[in-house]
């Protein structure tokens, strides 16, 4: 009888072992599966990040072009304006010259 109450103990906690080790074995599986998606999403998100970065950096770029036309074209503009006012200035030194030639 002792055998028999022994075996079926032995049993018992074979079984419980079993069991318990069939909820960790799905525990791990869906642990993984969880952390699985989330490096996924973890993959989207980067991505994500990455995409905009660059854009942002596009639109970085495009604004400093548009500024550096800008730049450029006042700097034209304000070349222009100087030989203008050079060239008046001289063609007024030229006729003043003149005018003291005359007088002389």
């Known amino acids: 009888m002792k ?3 022994l075996t079926a103990m032995v049993l018992t906690l074979s079984l419980t072992t079993l069991t318990s080790c069939r ?3 799905d ?3 869906e642990a ?3 952390a699985a998606e989330t490096l996924e999403d973890a993959g989207d998100d980067l991505k994500k990040a990455a995409d905009d970065a660059a ?3 596009k639109d970085a770029g495009e604004e400093a072009k548009e500024m550096g036309e800008k730049a450029m074209d006042s700097l034209k503009k304000a070349g222009e304006e100087t030989m203008d006012a050079a060239k008046k200035a001289g ?3 030229k006729e003043a ?3 003291a030639i ?3």
Do not use: H, P
């Open 102 to 104: 005359d007088s002389i």
């Open 97 to 99: 010259a003149k005018k």
């Open 23 to 25: 909820e960790t074995k």
């Open 27 to 29: 525990k791990a599986k």
């Open 3 to 5: 055998k028999v109450v």
């Open 55 to 57: 854009d942002a950096m």
């Open 91 to 93: 063609d007024e030194m």
């Open 32 to 34: 993984t599966e969880e």
